[in-house]
């Protein structure tokens, strides 16, 4: 398996992020100014780098969770991010997917003695609840916000993590000189 590129993956959701933004936002500005059908047009293409960022995130959750796979991983990449799809269990999921990750990876790299950070299981932890909050009237908007931040600090630590079993693995299965 090959490293996780740290600045493709993590670009590649800033890029989503800010590029749907951005068509948002003139959309709106544009709805508001009576240019109502361009406005309309920019904001529906606004949907566009959104759902590229959510498909780049689910290729990193499956990369994530190939990498650690072995005695420690409670779930296969494909159900990590199959089961993310699934209303109202995903709830539920996620805790699995994000946090449970962060327990899998830190019992493997202790259980092989890979030299690697340890994941940080309450970030993960954090994640997950303030996705929870995102939903609640007018201040889910600040809990969102506080998310997107702890998600790039979570990714760019899992990348880490990831990219460490990648390499001991590498190492273990290169033939010895």
């Keep these: 398996m090959q490293p996780i590129s740290k600045g493709f993956y993590l670009g590649s959701i800033v890029a989503g992020m800010v590029g749907g933004l951005v068509l948002f936002g ?3 500005i544009l709805m508001i100014s009576e240019e109502e059908e361009a406005g ?14 959510a ?3 689910g290729i990193l959750i499956y990369k994530m969770w190939a990498a650690i796979q072995g005695p420690t991983a409670r779930t296969t990449p494909g159900k ?3 089961f993310l799809f699934i209303p109202f269990f995903n709830i539920y999921w996620q805790f699995q997917a994000f946090w449970g990750w962060t327990k899998d990876y ?3 790299i202790a259980q092989r003695g890979i030299a690697g950070r340890r994941a940080p299981e309450g970030l993960a932890m954090a994640m997950c609840i303030l996705t929870l909050c995102g939903i609640i009237p007018v201040v889910g908007m ?3 916000l506080v998310n997107v931040i702890l ?4 990714y760019n630590a899992a990348i880490d993590g990831a990219n460490a079993v ?12």
């Excluded at 998600?151 to 979570?154: A, K, L």
């Excluded at 990648?166 to 000189?177: D, F, G, V």
Aim: hydrophobic share 60%; aromatic share 14%; proline share 4%.
């Design 106 to 108: 830190n019992a493997l």
């Design 40 to 53: 309309t047009a920019l904001m529906g293409l606004g949907y566009i780098p959104l759902i590229y960022g």
């Design 80 to 82: 990590a991010v199959g």
């Design 151 to 154: 998600m790039f600090i979570f």
């Design 55 to 57: 498909v780049i995130v």
């Design 142 to 144: 600040l809990f969102s």
């Design 166 to 177: 990648i390499t001991a693995n590498a190492q273990e299965s290169a033939p010895q000189a």
């Design 26 to 28: 003139i959309g709106f």
